[in-house]
């Protein structure tokens, strides 16, 4: 594995002055979409297979990030909704990399080992696998591997008081506990997305030790901790988020339970969701206005959530759906 890449091309030099964020709706799926201020891109996951999530996130790179490629691809970890993106999105624009946690454990489903063939045809001569505390540097901007391949940040950190009542669930063999996670640190500002990182590992980052200390903005693990496989409460409550991005689906991701574990962690600021939760109610939902797409049935218009990040920590949400924004400051 390769411990460092560094993203530094004459191409990108021409530059915004913001650190942006974007999640695209991928219906219960994952695309996040990074652009530093040097105009440099990064790219976690793709979304499902098909032209559908594809399209959306080509729409947000071209016309609302203005890219012309995207520089790297990290896959977290290789199930359909986060690696099955990208055979279409390779047709629409250029990639220039792509990065991930190594080779997948789940190739005994045809359908699973159809779909890694195809992302190894892709990806093959292009593609880096880093483990933990491997680190891509960015011009401005510094990502840290704190989890991969079914390692976790073991390192550093204060002790956790939540572990007292931490009760670990049975192990997970599966993709998800090998996910390639990350934080993004840019000044004060820092970001953590760990994929569909599982309760245990979680737990290895946060106990008896929190390796991860605190974070601005925490995109909320497993699409809001679906089917209570993720969101370890004495996890959750120490990274001590100001906001939480939940990019969940209609009926996928954040439960009651997960609104609950989200509700109570402290200082929290606030929630936004790529879609309005229809598996729970309206007190299990965040404000409407913070929901990029509302709509009380399983269609929805793609709409995206941005978060637009300043050298001096302070970072504005925006809601595509209605223009709706707030500007927060990180501690």
């Not at 030099?13 to 990064?42: C, F, H, M």
């Not at 390796?211 to 699409?223: E, I, K, R, S």
Request: aromatic share 8%.
């Amino acid at each position: 594995m390769w411990k460092t890449i560094f993203l530094f091309t004459a191409a990108t030099l021409s530059a915004q002055k913001t650190l942006d964020i974007y999640w695209i709706d991928a219906e219960g799926g994952a695309a996040t979409l990074i652009v530093t201020p040097a105009g440099q891109s990064l790219l976690a996951d793709t979304g499902n297979p098909g032209d559908r999530d594809a399209q959306r996130i080509y729409d947000v790179a071209t016309k609302q990030a203005h890219l012309k490629k995207i520089d790297t691809v990290l896959i977290t970890h290789f199930h359909s909704d986060h690696v099955g993106g990208v055979p279409a999105l390779a047709k629409l624009i250029p990639i220039g990399g792509y990065v991930d946690h190594g080779d997948s454990v789940e190739t005994q489903n045809p359908a699973d080992a159809q779909r890694w063939e195809a992302y190894k045809a892709i990806a093959t001569g292009h593609r880096i696998s880093l483990g933990v505390d491997g680190e891509i540097k960015m011009k401005g901007v510094h990502i840290d591997i704190v989890s991969s391949n079914g390692n976790v940040l073991s390192k550093g950190g204060k002790a956790n008081p939540y572990c007292a009542s931490a009760v670990k669930k049975d192990p997970d063999p599966t993709e998800n506990a090998r996910s390639l996670g990350f934080k993004l640190t840019f000044g004060k500002f820092t970001f953590l997305d760990l994929g569909d990182l599982t309760w245990n590992k979680e737990l290895e980052l946060a106990c008896p030790e929190n390796h991860l200390g605190q974070v601005t903005l925490f995109q909320a693990t497993h699409h809001g901790f679906y089917n209570d496989n993720s969101g370890a409460p004495a996890h959750v409550w120490a990274l001590h988020p100001q906001v939480v991005i939940v990019n969940n689906g209609p009926r996928k991701g954040l439960g009651a339970n997960a609104w609950e574990t989200i509700s109570k962690i402290p200082d929290l600021e606030d929630t936004w969701q790529v879609h309005l939760s229809l598996a729970t109610d309206a007190a299990h939902n965040t404000d409407e206005k913070m929901i990029a797409n509302a709509e009380a049935t399983a269609d929805c218009k793609g709409n995206f959530l941005k978060a637009s990040i300043s050298s001096d920590g302070k970072f504005t949400i925006t809601n595509s759906r209605n223009g709706f924004s707030k500007t927060y400051t990180a501690r």
